[in-house]
């Protein structure tokens, strides 16, 4: 079982490049989300999706864009890395929000922005 | 809106004593709340989770958790720590109710001492 997969699982970034974070599950989930996790701050929600065709920001979205246009796939788009996006990022989906459905994680991208 | 506060940040206990890891929650309706546990550079995984039903519950390797609604609390325990415990733990919550992503707290850190 594949379950939630990130790719790459670290980067090295130069300041004002651009890249994508990609996200895919093989769950059939209908709910994803993507963290950032800084030491000591824990995991800030940056962006959701309640389904392919739908996305909503979270707590922490400046500087980061997300598309879902399918089910599976959850890309997470840098345009001009900052230093400050320095983090590690986590991918996550679950069947849904209600009834204490269980989050599903990758295994995180490790991004520096330099 | 919903959160959590782990309190203490690092957390240390001796092989073999009790492991209590602190959450306590504000929510305005009733919530769902969650423990994962993070192992050195790899994703979250569930520990346990509280829908509503047994207050207390319990999750996989020897760990449980009461809800205390009076208290406002979901602490973490295990009678018995072992060296493999070694990880950070986050507390989170999220609503019965409407497409609400869950919140994490900002961890704890346990050590173990042999």
């Known amino acids: 079982n594949a379950g939630v997969t990130q790719t790459p699982k670290f980067r090295i970034l130069k300041i004002g490049q651009s890249m994508t974070l990609q996200c895919t599950q093989d769950?059939?989930?209908?709910?994803m989300y993507w963290y950032r996790q800084d030491p000591g701050m824990g995991l800030k929600l940056i962006y959701y999706?309640?389904?392919?065709?739908?996305?909503d920001k979270g707590e922490v979205p400046n500087g980061y864009n997300v598309s879902r246009s399918t089910t599976e796939d959850f890309p997470l788009r840098l345009e001009l890395a900052a230093p400050s996006q320095t983090s590690v990022y986590f991918c996550?989906?679950?069947?849904?929000?209600?009834?204490?459905?269980?989050?599903?994680f990758g295994q995180g991208t490790r991004l520096t922005v330099v | 809106a919903q959160s959590v506060t782990q309190l203490g940040s690092h957390v240390s206990v001796s092989e073999g004593a009790l492991v209590l890891l602190r959450c306590n929650y504000s929510?305005?309706?009733?919530?769902?709340l969650f423990w994962y546990v993070q192992y050195p550079n790899q994703g979250l995984q569930l520990l346990l989770k509280?829908?509503?039903?047994?207050?207390l519950v319990k999750g996989i390797n020897g760990f449980e958790a009461e809800f205390k609604k009076s208290e406002t609390s979901f602490h973490l325990t295990k009678p018995s720590a072992h060296m493999s415990d070694a990880a950070e733990y986050f507390c989170?919550?999220?609503?019965?109710?409407?497409?609400?992503?869950?919140?994490f707290g900002k961890g704890t850190r346990l050590s173990v001492i042999a």
């Open positions: 996550a989906s679950s069947y849904s929000t209600s009834w204490g459905s269980e989050a599903f």
């Open positions: 769950m059939n989930h209908n709910y």
């Open positions: 999706s309640v389904g392919a065709g739908i996305t």
């Open positions: 929510s305005s309706v009733p919530p769902y």
């Open positions: 509280y829908t509503s039903a047994a207050t």
């Open positions: 989170a919550v999220t609503l019965n109710s409407g497409n609400t992503p869950l919140v």
